[in-house]
């Protein structure tokens, strides 16, 4: 077989894994006689002149690279190539510049690592340029359709569980309700989970509607049953009952979700007479080593997507289910958007503990 040359890029927001995958790819690509490209900062690093990228040596991809957090290729969330952002405002079609990239690179097929934002960029910009396309879901808010699992979800869901392990004693050692504000954009997958396995009171998410007097009524009742305190975990993206939302605006104009758990301190601390702590974890669920099985579907993963080139098959994301990489479109993937299921099992798993949900 005609040696070939991939391109490897990682998009969106960072999460830990990414360079587990990276690994894989490299090495599965290896062992056909194949390169791999990495390309730097996303699709931003095709908009250069020459484009920045650079061969990746298997040598350099022992063990060790998979405990590292990040990405050593860089990536970027920001910056959608067919409305780029100029300096003056307005926004440009850049597309045909990346495009363009890509072909200067000569390479015969390209693996994004990314999520479902990431992935219709992608995607859009492989039917405008001919590029054989393979996707690797990954992002710490699980949110992508037809996988059970991205890369990333693990490892934060790990650290937002060990943070409500150690919120656990100061609450108990102080008397006090404490807020854990978690990240999971508009779904409310890392709340639910790290809130049953952090032995969280009550979970707030976005996908379920809660009342105040409902929250304070667990707490009390905590309280009437001689415990004196309690763990609550919000997702970034809830509202307060009457619909307001909560962001922070950054230099420059991005907008990102923050401040619900301050909110919610406030409001549980009158209706309950409980005093509060509000804990926002932020980007600590995003930069450290990945857990086991972060590594594990990361590997999977990357192997999977370079036989993908092998076979030919193209347009695909790779994915979990049932206990086994599968592929499927990456437009049905992105089109099965996934929120958290209020019938699935935990929720219903959260509710028959006793947890409430605020509903
Ligand atoms: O999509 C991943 C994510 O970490 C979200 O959970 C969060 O809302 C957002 O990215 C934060 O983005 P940024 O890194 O730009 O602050």
């Not at 040596?57 to 860089?74: K, Q, S, V, W, Y």
């Not at 990431?118 to 393979?134: D, P, R, Y």
Request: aromatic share 6%; with cysteine; hydrophobic share 40%.
């Amino acid at each position: 077989m005609a040696k070939k040359r991939i391109g490897i890029l990682t998009s969106g927001g960072d999460c830990a894994g990414l360079n587990a995958a990276i690994r894989a790819v490299v090495h599965r690509a290896h062992l056909l006689d194949w390169e791999t490209v990495g390309i730097i900062d996303g699709t931003a690093g095709l908009l250069q002149d020459p484009p920045e990228c650079r061969v990746l040596d298997p040598h350099e991809f022992d063990g060790n690279i998979m405990r590292l957090g990040g990405t050593i290729l860089g990536t970027t969330n920001k910056g959608n190539p067919f409305a780029f952002p100029m300096p003056d405002g307005s926004t440009k079609d850049m597309s045909g510049k990346i495009v363009d990239g890509f072909k200067a690179l000569g390479l015969d097929a390209v693996i994004g690592i990314g999520g479902d934002g990431s992935f219709a960029i992608l995607k859009k910009l492989a039917k405008k340029g001919g590029i054989n396309l393979v996707g690797i879901p990954k992002t710490i808010d699980n949110d992508i359709g037809m996988t059970e699992a991205a890369v990333g979800f693990d490892t934060a869901v790990a650290v937002a569980t060990e943070a409500l392990d150690r919120l656990q004693p100061t609450a108990a050692s102080h008397d006090r309700v404490m807020i854990l504000e978690v990240m999971g954009r508009d779904a409310g997958h890392i709340a639910v989970s790290a809130g049953i396995a952090g032995g969280a009171d009550v979970i707030l998410i976005p996908e379920a509607d809660y009342s105040i007097e409902n929250v304070a009524k667990k707490i009390l009742s905590i309280k009437e049953s001689g415990r004196n305190f309690a763990l609550v975990v919000v997702s970034e993206a809830v509202k307060t009952p009457s619909g307001e939302k909560f962001q922070v605006s950054y230099h420059g104009g991005e907008k990102r979700y923050g401040g619900i758990g301050h909110y919610l301190g406030e409001k549980i601390a009158e209706a309950t007479g409980f005093e509060t702590r509000v804990t926002i974890l932020g980007h600590v669920q995003r930069g450290c080593s990945p857990t086991y099985n972060d590594r594990l579907l990361a590997s999977a993963f990357g192997v999977k997507a370079v036989d993908l080139i092998q076979e030919g098959k193209f347009g695909r994301m790779v994915a979990w289910s049932n206990r086994q990489v599968i592929d499927v479109a990456i437009e049905d993937a992105i089109a099965a958007y996934q929120q958290v299921d209020l019938d699935g099992t935990l929720v219903q798993t959260a509710k028959a503990l006793g947890i409430s949900l605020g509903d």
